[in-house]
Each structure stands twice: as structure tokens, then as C-alpha cells.
T-cell receptor, first 117, second 113 residues
């Protein structure tokens, strides 16, 4: 069965520190997609990144970077020079194929990040 | 940028009442989903919908739940007889390709009292 594990329940850092959020996944599929979403206190789900299983290139977007390692089934997320506005719950998710192409998302439990001034 | 619109943003209902949560997916998207998040917990899949029928449903999606696309634009989730444990944030999502990318609505916070 597909599964997503975010072992860190809560992380607290001081502004400007770097922080890495871990995500480990399990799947028997050879084709899959991995996602990160941010959920700020207002509650909406904000899409951050999608990565497909055939693309192991790491990605950087401003202060955000993602490290995808198929060998360890991990898709970790690093925020460089964290800011108070980064405080949120971050979810890692895996898309699972079912009938046809209609894939649902399997979610991790989320990591609550608090960035303190 | 196209958005998925959910209404209402917050609904309070009495236990045992029926509620309908509404979603307007992105117009050229063909795949639709409902997810639920109980306060402080993870996001859980409820149901996926394609070609006017349910593609998959989770064990949470029992006979009290139903989905409909009544008019080709709205996508609704109905809970027939709400329970206290149905209190949660309900997210609608749509996808053009059925799994490559999803657009989520802002959610409806349902409070059952």
C-alpha cells in the first residue's frame, strides 16, 4: 500500500535558520508523483511543488529547495533563511493510481513549522 | 489564474441535518475530488469523480455521503444526516489530467453542533 511518512510533527526555529522537512514514501508503482503543500493558519492548501518519479533533479525556487532521492524513497524540503511567514503546516503527498488516470492523493500527517522572530 | 471555488466558507449545522457543500471546479477540468481534514489532523481522501460517476471512494465515504455534478459546472458533496464527527474542513479539488496536478479550493469549514 502507498504511504507517506513525515516523522517530524513539529519544528520550531528562529528566523533566518535553515530548516529541512523530511518526507519518506512507500509505493509499489514505478510511475508516481510527489507533492508538497503549505497550509497557513488561514487553512487553505497552497501548492508548492510536484515531482514525477522519473525526474530526480533537485529543484530550487527562491528560498525553497527539494531533494528527491529514489534510492531512499525520500522527498525532503528545505527552507533557507526561514522567515516568520513560513510558519505553517507542510504536507507531503503522493499520488496513487487507480482506475484510469484518476489519481487520488495520499497525505502525510504534516509538519507544523513555527518560525520565531 | 483559474480557481476552484467553494461555498460556503463556513457552515454550522445541527446534528442530524443535511448539508450540501458546493464547489465550482475549473471549467476545463474533468476530474474532481473531495478531501476532508479534521482539525489538526491530516488530509484524508473521500471520493474521486470522473465522467459523471464515482471513480473511487474511501471507507469514510459511507451511505451518508453522496456527490453530484448537477449542472455541468457545480460539484456537490451532500451529507445526509450529519454527526458531530463530521466536523472538519472539506476541500474540493479538480484536475485536468487526473493526477498530474490538482487545484484545491479554499475549503468549507463544517461545524456540527
Amino acid at each position: 500500500a502507498q504511504k507517506v511518512t513525515q516523522a517530524q510533527t513539529e519544528i520550531s526555529v528562529v528566523e533566518k535558520e535553515d530548516v529541512t522537512l523530511d518526507c519518506v514514501y512507500e509505493t509499489r508503482d514505478t510511475t508516481y508523483y510527489l507533492f508538497w503543500y503549505k497550509q497557513p493558519p488561514s487553512g487553505e492548501l497552497v501548492f508548492l511543488i510536484r515531482r514525477n518519479s522519473f525526474d530526480e533533479q533537485n529543484e530550487i525556487s527562491g528560498r525553497y529547495s527539494w531533494n528527491f532521492q529514489k534510492s531512499t524513497s525520500s522527498f525532503n524540503f528545505t527552507i533557507t533563511a526561514s522567515q516568520v511567514v513560513d510558519s505553517a503546516v507542510y504536507f507531503c503527498a503522493l499520488s496513487e493510481p487507480n482506475a484510469g488516470n484518476n489519481r487520488k492523493l495520499i497525505w502525510g500527517l504534516g509538519t507544523s513549522l513555527a518560525v520565531n522572530p | 489564474e483559474p480557481e476552484v471555488t467553494q461555498t460556503p466558507s463556513h457552515q454550522v449545522t445541527q446534528m442530524g441535518q443535511e448539508v450540501i457543500l458546493r464547489c465550482v471546479p475549473i471549467s476545463n477540468h474533468l476530474y474532481f475530488y473531495w478531501y476532508r481534514q479534521i482539525l489538526g489532523q491530516k488530509v484524508e481522501f473521500l471520493v474521486s469523480f470522473y465522467n459523471n460517476e464515482i471513480s473511487e471512494k474511501s471507507e469514510i465515504f459511507d451511505d451518508q455521503f453522496s456527490v453530484e455534478r448537477p449542472d455541468g459546472s457545480n460539484f456537490t458533496l451532500k451529507i445526509r444526516s450529519t454527526k458531530l464527527e463530521d466536523s472538519a474542513m472539506y476541500f474540493c479539488a479538480s484536475s485536468e489530467t487526473g493526477g498530474y496536478g490538482y487545484t484545491f479550493g479554499s475549503g468549507t469549514r463544517l461545524t456540527v453542533v
